[in-house]
């Protein structure tokens, strides 16, 4: 007998365990010749089925398309990033629907930022355009901007906040709609700073703050805290985006767009930026390089071992999901005090709403009545507000309506008109703010590079990607 | 072999019509690609090789191909070492063999992100703990640096994937005709001399698609890395896989990554095809 190490020698590794499983199969060579004229006719018949299964799929597919379908009925085709909404999405585009029964609305949802972006350029350059998609920063805009139609005429377009639409307007077009607004700061557990003895409202300067804190950190045993804070150190978007975009959103007078165009970034707050890095660092929980989203949110903050974190209004649902109670009524949104930011929350709009102009004008027109339907009609506002638990990027909201306290913190605030509008980081190089301002405030908290080396690499980098 | 002619090329068609569509053909596309300014929407300009000389300065690339070797290298050596021990003992005459075989190829049948998940778990709040609790310092702060975070990444690919080495030693293994070893014994060969003298020689084709696999397997980690480091800490335990990725889709640099992936292509091709060569050159043949 030859061994079977022999036989099969080095092969395709895949065979081996083909030719190991089939071996009881095999057939001898007499069984062989009359299986041939036998299962010639059963082959060309599997063939034929074969062919028959798939020209059955491709004019199923057919049916699909956008367009116009039956006589008058217009199909919009939307597609969108929002996973968290992507029912309550749905349900709304069936009252929709029912309203107007001449139009027919496709949703389809993609998520995660990154995944979002390739599948939508994957839909354009396979030619399967959707009628709505999302957009978001101006780079985005610049990479669509052949196909997106003018909404400058919309009523939501009439009624975005201020600022919000700075991003997608392009000399008199405006390009998108917002989708929502997010905003961030420090997320505190208001009793906490009650027993510890510390008014959040008195924390206006650094010094206010780096007082508060070292307060509760003496009382740290008492409050049975691990820390003060969580920085989540291994989100890079957390220190590359978010912290660091309120220390330099002036130099770009908070416009995302002064930031794409700009070709350098001057760093002047760069040492106040490294001030209040440190200062998290120190009075974090540790290992700052390992903590992430999840630990900071769900296992630190929600069960109540850090009395602070720096995070905004889309921790609610986790916060919720862990102690509901300590959502609802124990938490509340505080700004991050910066010099000539005092009492300002950054609130910007993640996403924007853009219609495909390559699409016939009905569908156009049909795609702007949507939007407009959603964001002004009174079942697209309570939908926006209760069911998609959105802070609206538009004005005549009812705040009291919002679903939580850090949403309708962020609402009072951009009502009053106390918001950074924009987040300036969106116009940076592309994976700029994470990759490489992110990764670098890694490197300086794990001690391997000096402060002021990192800021002039990462200002190197933006000049390299702006020459 | 008459019937070659139609139904040969019938079973072979679907195989080759789908290995030419998502593999062949974009390969193809991705090198033309890679010679232009290609945004994933459309191409405008030919750059020639201008994409490859930023490639030669990109530090951050050459770092993540070095982890990527150096991830390779240890796991590589770990995973024939532990495949073949764990083939080894689930081959000795034992009654829990069987159920030890499905325990240890178990791992390989998890997701590599859920896996990471885990491991980030055991890793940070498990080993965490423990040190606290017995004071020593090596088992806290894991993945929050960058040697941590290698160990990470090698453990995880050696838990995941030593159980699948195992199976191809264990057939092997089996396929060794007892009357050598047999004889062997009869000669006063100690059980030592006879795995160093007739076992190891009569298994060396397994080491051969072993490191085969392995190699390039611990080259292409990717879903491990992204949820078990995710790069962290600053992009430093970040394997070539993830910056290929990290380079396309979050820095929009296209054509740049595909110009990383030709790049890559050809080192792992590289190491592959001489590693084969070699091992194929030793294997003895009865």
């Known amino acids: 007998m030859q061994p079977l190490a022999r036989k099969i020698k080095v092969t395709f590794w895949p065979l081996l365990f083909f030719k190991t499983f089939m071996q009881p199969f095999a057939l001898d060579e007499k069984e062989r010749s009359t299986m041939k004229k036998k299962s010639l006719a059963s082959i060309v018949s599997m063939f034929l089925v074969a062919i028959l299964v798939l020209a059955g799929c491709s004019s199923s597919n057919e049916g699909g398309s956008s367009g116009k379908s039956s006589k008058d009925q217009v199909t919009i085709d939307i597609f969108q990033f929002k996973v968290e909404v992507k029912d309550e999405l749905e349900n709304l585009v069936k009252v929709y629907e029912k309203e107007n029964p001449d139009v027919k609305i496709n949703v389809k949802t993609v998520g995660g930022g990154n995944d979002y972006g390739a599948s939508l350029k994957a839909a354009f350059s396979s030619g399967d355009e959707p009628a709505i998609f999302n957009i978001g920063g101006p780079s985005d805009v610049e990479e669509h901007r052949a196909h997106l139609a003018d909404l400058s005429d919309t009523d939501s377009a009439g009624i975005a906040f201020e600022g919000t639409l700075d991003t997608v307007t392009d000399g008199e077009e405006i390009l998108g709609l917002p989708f929502n607004q997010e905003g961030y700061g420090f997320v505190y557990n208001t009793r906490i700073f009650e027993e510890a003895g510390v008014n959040p409202e008195d924390i206006k300067t650094f010094e206010d703050l780096e007082k508060a804190v070292t307060k509760i950190d003496s009382q740290k045993e008492d409050l049975g805290l691990e820390a003060v804070i969580a920085l989540a150190g291994k989100e890079k978007w957390v220190m590359g985006n978010h912290l660091a975009n309120i220390f330099f959103a002036t130099e770009f007078d908070n416009s995302s767009l002064v930031a794409y165009e700009s070709d350098t970034i001057a760093f002047e707050k760069s040492n106040e930026l490294k001030r209040h890095l440190d200062l998290e660092n120190k009075y974090s929980a540790q290992p700052v390089l390992s903590l992430d989203y999840s630990q900071q949110v769900e296992e630190l903050f929600s069960l109540e071992r850090v009395a602070m974190i720096q995070q905004g209004n889309w921790i609610y649902n986790s916060v919720y999901d862990m102690d509901p109670d300590l959502a609802e009524n124990g938490i509340d949104l505080l700004p991050i005090p910066v010099e000539g930011y005092e009492g300002k929350i950054p609130a910007g709009v993640p996403m924007y709403w853009a219609v495909n102009s390559n699409k016939d004008d009905e569908v156009v027109e049909a795609s702007k009545a949507f939007l407009d339907w959603m964001y002004t009609s009174d079942t697209g506002k309570t939908a926006v507000l209760e069911d998609f638990k959105f802070v609206p990027a538009y004005e005549g909201y009812d705040a009291e309506k919002i679903a939580d306290p850090l949403s309708q913190t962020i609402y009072e605030y951009a009502s009053a008109g106390n918001t950074i509008a924009g987040w300036v980081y969106n116009g940076s190089p592309a994976g700029w703010s994470q990759e490489v301002l992110g990764a670098g405030m890694q490197k300086y908290l794990s001690g391997d590079v000096e402060w002021d080396d990192m800021i002039d690499n990462a200002r190197e980098k933006w000049e390299a990607e702006r020459k | ?286």
């Open chain 2, 1 to 286: 072999m008459r019937n070659r002619d139609f139904s040969f090329w019938l079973f072979l068609t679907p195989v080759i019509l789908s290995l030419s569509l998502v593999v062949i053909v974009p390969f193809f596309y991705g090198f033309v690609y890679s010679f232009t300014n290609w945004n994933g929407i459309h191409a405008t300009e030919f750059l020639g090789i201008k994409n490859y000389l930023g490639l030669y300065k990109d530090a951050e690339f050459r770092s993540a191909i070095w982890f990527t070797t150096k991830v390779a290298i240890v796991s590589v050596i770990l995973l024939n070492f532990l495949g073949l021990g764990l083939a080894l003992l689930v081959t000795q005459k034992m009654r829990t063999s069987s159920l030890m075989r499905t325990i240890f190829f178990m791992p390989n049948l998890i997701g590599g992100l859920i896996l990471g998940f885990i491991w980030q778990f055991i890793f940070i709040s498990v080993f965490g703990s423990i040190g606290d609790k017995f004071g020593v310092e090596a088992l806290t702060g894991w993945l929050s640096t960058t040697k941590t975070g290698f160990w990470g990444i090698v453990i995880l690919t050696a838990w995941q994937m030593a159980g699948y080495i195992m199976i191809i030693y264990i057939a092997y293994l089996e396929s060794i005709p007892k009357d050598l070893i047999e004889a062997a014994e009869i000669d006063g060969a100690n059980s030592f001399q006879r795995f160093r003298n007739i076992t190891f020689p009569l298994v060396a084709p397994a080491f051969t698609i072993s490191m085969f696999l392995t190699l390039s397997n611990s080259f292409q980690i990717y879903d491990q890395n992204l949820s078990l480091t995710d790069g962290g800490p600053y992009n430093s335990t970040q394997m070539v896989a993830m910056s290929i990725v990290k380079t396309a889709f979050t820095e929009n640099k296209m054509a740049y990554a595909q110009s990383q992936a030709v790049i890559f292509f050809i080192i792992v091709a590289i190491v592959a095809i001489t590693q084969v060569y070699y091992n194929k050159k030793r294997e003895v043949d009865l």
